[in-house]
């Protein structure tokens, strides 16, 4: 197809134009998450420079890595990877302090995972940094010791305070994004500490795990991310249903046996304030951390 024709599809929203020479169909562009949104804008990037080392939240991207808040427009390569020493239109080139540990996979070369969480959790909000490292970590693609390795390969450099603060807490036993945005929060608001993935249980056996309990107030805390509740990322509405009313049943068991239980959603959980309202409803405030 020609420079022409592919202009007029563009125009007719039949496809989406990466880049320079770069397309992709408007249905798959529609039908992608964000991250492999930003994994094809990097594979478009790797077309016009195949020396480049992408690093940061494209290397992240190229992990399958998660990132909290919205992906950038450009991709990210590693200052010295590629030929020319500016920032060109799609492309922003980030300074990667210390030796930089560079892994290629079907061409593509991109910094390690350990030291893409790191150079993440030194440029990125707290709770962001948390969620990559987190991800990483419940994937196995890296471990915490590989991490507290990579924080002190890179000496003073700047964002390493940081870094350390999301090593401190990171845990590989988040199950989700919203879970560790959840737990970021708390952190922030310097709320008492949870017990992750608890299993509780009655008389008629076990409940099941639950998010977050502080036994101290035999509180369960769960994040509803509402699309745990789609089938292959398609809401079913007989099963959705279904899975709403198993999560009643559990719920109602779990008040039975002596638990209070708060929810909260995305929209709350990006809220600091409105986040910390809705725990000191539930007794959480500062003064009672240990």
Do not use: N
């Not at 007029?8 to 134009?17: H, S, Y």
């Not at 603060?165 to 008492?192: D, Q």
């Not at 107030?217 to 398609?234: A, P």
């Amino acid at each position: 197809m020609g420079t022409g024709a592919l202009r007029r599809a563009a125009d007719r929203g039949e496809i989406v134009r990466l880049r320079r020479g770069a397309y992709v169909g408007a249905e798959r562009w529609r039908a992608t998450t964000p991250t492999e949104r930003h994994r094809l804008l990097v594979v478009a990037a790797h077309r016009d420079q195949p020396d480049a080392v992408f690093s940061h939240a494209s290397a992240a991207a190229l992990w399958g890595l998660t990132l909290i808040g919205p992906w950038p427009a450009s991709v990210e390569i590693a200052v010295g990877a590629a030929p020319g020493g500016r920032s060109r239109p799609g492309v922003t080139r980030r300074s990667c302090s210390g030796h930089l540990d560079v892994v290629e996979v079907d061409g593509v070369r991109r910094s390690s995972v350990s030291r893409t969480v790191v150079d993440l959790a030194r440029s990125v909000p707290f709770v962001s940094g948390l969620a990559a490292a987190d991800h990483a970590l419940r994937r196995r693609l890296t471990t915490v010791e590989e991490l507290r390795s990579t924080v002190e390969s890179l000496g003073p450099a700047r964002g390493v305070r940081a870094a350390r603060r999301v090593l401190e807490h990171t845990s590989g036993l988040a199950e989700s994004p919203g879970e560790s945005l959840s737990r970021g929060r708390m952190i922030e608001l310097r709320l008492p500490s949870p017990v992750l993935q608890h299993r509780l249980g009655d008389r008629d056996g076990a409940i099941g795990r639950v998010d977050f309990w502080w036994p101290e107030l035999r509180l369960v805390g769960e994040f509803d991310g509402r699309l745990k509740y789609q089938v292959d990322g398609i809401a079913d509405e007989r099963r959705v249903e279904d899975r709403l009313w198993a999560e009643k049943l559990r719920e109602d068991r779990l008040r039975a046996g002596g638990a209070r239980v708060v929810r909260w959603t995305w929209d709350v959980a990006l809220d600091r304030d409105r986040f910390g309202a809705a725990l000191a409803r539930h007794g959480l405030h500062p003064a009672l951390q240990r």
